[in-house]
């Protein structure tokens, strides 16, 4: 059984770090392009760090970018984010998700390109 487990998740005050860790099962990541996606309740999912196969090439959305840093260890099937300095609108919770291709884009937060989904874990961050 294809799978990806995230993990990671908690609260954390304003400011502060946490690291999540998404753990495939049953196919081997490293062929996969992966992002991390986050939702709130009532609003869509939306991307918020890419990296791709090919190169380790990654992409992020703006409100994280130099907050946040996405890697990948294909020895351990895993693809991570860390997060820093996180703020209240960060908020969420998170999945991550594998593509095997996205055609000839450098990055893609488009949901339906996306084979394999996390069952997400929450993040909280609050004083």
């Known amino acids: 059984q294809r799978q990806l487990v995230e993990s990671g998740g908690g609260l954390v005050q304003p400011g502060g770090s946490l690291r999540l860790s998404c753990v495939a099962s049953?196919?081997?990541?490293?062929?996969?392009?992966v992002a991390w996606f986050r939702q709130v309740p009532g609003k869509d999912r939306e991307g918020v760090s890419y990296i791709s196969s090919f190169d380790s090439s990654t992409a992020y959305e703006n409100s994280v970018k130099g907050r946040f840093t996405i890697s990948r260890d294909d020895d351990k099937n895993a693809v991570y984010l860390q997060m820093d300095n996180l703020r209240p609108d960060d908020t969420a919770v998170y999945y991550c998700?594998?593509?095997?291709?996205?055609?000839?884009?450098?990055?893609?937060?488009?949901?339906?390109?996306?084979?394999?989904w996390g069952q997400g874990t929450q993040v909280t961050v609050s004083s």
């Open positions: 998700a594998a593509a095997w291709e996205i055609g000839s884009r450098r990055y893609s937060f488009e949901a339906h390109d996306y084979d394999y």
């Open positions: 049953g196919f081997s990541l490293g062929y996969y392009a």
